[in-house]
Each structure stands twice: as C-alpha cells, then as structure tokens.
C-alpha cells in the first residue's frame, strides 16, 4: 500500500506557494487633516472663560503672550497660567501652545538669539515651563526679525529650539507666525 504522504507534502507546498507573503506595513501616526489654531489672549480670560472655547473646532489654542527678555530669561506675565484651559483642552484632545512675543513683546528677541549663552538659558526655560505646565509646544511671533544679523541669529535661533523640542519625550510642538516675502 502507498503511503498518501508525498501527495500531502505535494499539495501542502503548493498551497503555501501559492501564498503571498508580504510585510504588515507600519500605520505612520495619525495626523489630523488639517490645523485649525486659534489664539487665546491671557488678557481676556475674564471675557471669554474656558468653558466659552469652541474645543470642537479646534486642534491647537495658541496662548498669548509670553516673551524672552535681553538675557534670555522667559518672561511670563502673572495673568498668563490658566490651567482649566489647559486641562479642558488636554480633555478635548486639543494641542496647547505657548504663544511667545506678538507685538510690543519683541524687544528682548534679538539679544536673547545674539547670544548662545542667552538661547541657550531661553530655550531651557522654555522647555521647563512647558513641561510644568501642560504645553505641547510654543509658537514664535517675532515681530520682526530685521536685517541680515538678526536673520543669522533668527535661524541659529529655530535650529537650537527645533533640536531641543524633537529630543523631548514626546517632542514639543513648534509653530510660527512669520510674515511673507524676505
């Protein structure tokens, strides 16, 4: 009597031939279709309370205003921390990003990026308040980088910030207002 096994094997290795083999692709993280940040000013918090914010038609709040000074210490003015619009956005899946300069907090930009020691102060107070406080990132509103040095300073500046930010855990968010043309 013949023994059935070779027929098996026969069909088994067919069967697996005919099978594709291909790697599972790795899903890239999610990342939503479109931004839509909104500026929240510090100053009317009394206004327009947290629990007025649109969290639904948002992905990011930006939070106005923070600045450097001249010797790169981040200055925070005392009405600015709100941690139930923190939380409510944390809650509602909404970034929050610290918003530093805007207009008339410009001044101490071109001396902190001057200087390494300056960003290099700047950029590590940065880094701990957003850590301390519940921010994903900050947003720059430097109003305006003018001439040829502070441009070099400018960018000098943004790679120092951009290296620190990707090497924290998760990575710290960077965004700009910048104006257009050079």
Not at 74 to 93: E, H, I, M, Q, T
Request: aromatic letters at 10%; glycine letters at 8%.
């Amino acid at each position: 009597m013949r023994s059935a096994r070779p027929f098996v094997l026969l069909a088994l290795a067919a069967a697996l031939a005919a099978c594709a083999v291909s790697p599972v692709p790795e899903t890239p993280p999610q990342r939503p279709n479109r931004v839509v940040m909104g500026y929240y000013p510090s100053w009317n918090k009394a206004a327009y309370g947290h629990t007025q914010v649109p969290f639904q038609d948002l992905t990011h709040i930006a939070h106005a205003f923070a600045w450097p000074d001249a010797d790169g210490d981040l200055v925070v003015p005392s009405d600015l921390l709100y941690p139930a619009l923190n939380a409510a956005a944390r809650a509602a899946g909404v970034k929050m990003i610290l918003s530093l300069g805007g207009w008339g907090n410009c001044a101490g930009f071109a001396p902190m990026a001057a200087s390494a020691a300056n960003r290099t102060r700047f950029i590590g107070q940065l880094v701990d308040f957003c850590r301390a406080n519940a921010y994903d990132g900050v947003d720059i509103d430097w109003e305006f980088v003018e001439g040829d040095q502070q441009k070099a300073d400018f960018v000098l500046f943004i790679e120092a910030l951009g290296a620190a930010f990707k090497a924290q855990s998760p990575a710290l968010i960077l965004t700009m207002a910048a104006p257009s043309g050079n």
